[in-house]
């Protein structure tokens, strides 16, 4: 089964649009959220990625059932998205709410977060505001609790508009980046340790797009031919989230 064939079919073209846009930029989502895991005081208010669960029909041969729906608690390692499902679902019988799930990360349709009263990404929710006219999304809002602002104008990283090189590196990767050396000078182990996926620091950093974090990795003489559970390099990471500064600096 082909999913992104799956998850486009009776969509609009401007709804495709707005999938594939959420796809491409869900590195920033990323990077954002890997740096909020990181603060030991939090400051998003919410963070929700948006997927397309699939159910095939066990009796005919009718197309897949597919529900979009929003999880949160986020996690993700390059190929899968993982998290808590938010919604009920109306269509499908495979998932309920509250259960803590995996998807691929060809099913993500959606992300936003939202900090300092300010909405980024929501890629279908602005195309479903464009239909609406001025009371509708009022209305709309007021059921989220968010004012979603022009949906013609989505942001991808804090404080994008007046710090447009937020874009290219994190503010925080520069910050923090003497206490990461310092981190790593005084527990040198930590760079060879996996995670549950075979992910090393080196991977995972090349995920979250980290360009300085990894030039100070590579002083350490890391096998950059590392290879996680699914046979992936962190190059071959960086270049599946579109980092491909990373994806050059790593080849």
Not at 46 to 59: G, M, N, P, T
Not at 134 to 147: C, F, L, P, T, V
Not at 149 to 168: A, R, T
């Amino acid at each position: 089964m082909n999913i992104r064939n799956t998850i486009f079919t009776n969509e609009s073209s401007e709804m495709i649009s707005a999938f594939n846009k959420a796809q491409e930029t869900f590195k920033y989502f990323w990077r954002e959220l890997s740096w909020e895991y990181r603060r030991i005081i939090p400051v998003f208010d919410l963070a929700y990625v948006k997927c397309a669960f699939i159910q095939e029909h066990s009796d005919s041969s009718d197309s897949p059932l597919v529900e979009y729906m929003w999880i949160s608690q986020i996690d993700f390692d390059g190929t899968t998205i993982s998290g808590q499902l938010m919604n009920q679902p109306n269509y499908i019988d495979n998932v309920q709410a509250g259960e803590i799930i995996e998807q691929p990360f060809e099913t993500i349709v959606d992300w936003m977060f939202l900090t300092q009263d300010q909405v980024y990404g929501g890629f279908t929710i602005q195309e479903y505001r464009k239909q609406l006219n001025d009371s509708e999304r009022k209305e709309y809002d007021a059921s989220w609790g968010i004012n979603f602002g022009d949906p013609n104008n989505i942001l991808f990283v804090y404080d994008q508009e007046e710090h447009p090189e937020n874009l290219i590196e994190h503010p925080m990767c520069e910050k923090m980046l003497d206490s990461f050396l310092h981190f790593i000078q005084t527990n040198p182990t930590v760079i060879h340790e996996r995670d549950n996926r075979g992910n090393q620091l080196l991977h995972r950093e090349a995920i979250a797009g980290n360009f300085l974090i990894i030039q100070a990795l590579l002083q350490h003489n890391l096998d950059k031919s590392a290879l996680n559970n699914q046979s992936m390099t962190a190059s071959d990471l960086a270049h599946k989230m579109g980092w491909e500064n990373i994806a050059k600096l790593l080849a």
